[in-house]
């Protein structure tokens, strides 16, 4: 029972987390940041976020502005599901790299 509601909590904040990050970096051309994995702990206080950003060039400094603006995120994403949850849970984000390392063994593949 607990783990299909934080399975349906994943996907609510995944979503709500990727039109955020669309409607912020609109402004950067050529930037795209999109939410490949969410997981919530067992009490839903803490949501750990895996992000995928294209180019993966500008990966370390996005991460880093996006956690700096981790508390203003939050409260967006608060204002977007602030009917659904009655605590919104502390954000965590991380760089998903396992398309890197997927192309990077096609690459080794291909030799």
């Known amino acids: 029972m607990q783990e299909t509601r934080q399975?349906?909590?994943s996907r609510l904040?995944?979503?709500?987390?990727a039109s955020i990050f669309q409607s912020q970096t609109r402004a950067l051309h050529g930037v795209l940041v999109s939410v490949t994995r969410v997981r919530i702990s067992p009490d839903l206080s803490i949501c750990t976020a895996y992000l995928s950003i294209f180019p993966s060039e500008k990966g370390e400094e996005l991460l880093k502005n996006i956690n700096a603006n981790e508390k203003?995120?939050?409260y967006d994403l608060g204002q977007r599901v602030h009917n659904q949850l009655r605590i919104i849970?502390?954000?965590r984000f991380f760089i998903d790299d396992?398309?890197?390392y997927i192309e990077r063994i096609d690459e080794l593949l291909k030799k």
């Not at 904040?13 to 987390?17: A, H, I, P, R, V």
């Open 89 to 91: 849970p502390e954000l």
């Open 98 to 100: 396992s398309l890197d």
């Open 13 to 17: 904040l995944q979503k709500e987390l």
């Open 7 to 9: 399975n349906r909590i």
């Open 72 to 74: 203003t995120i939050r």
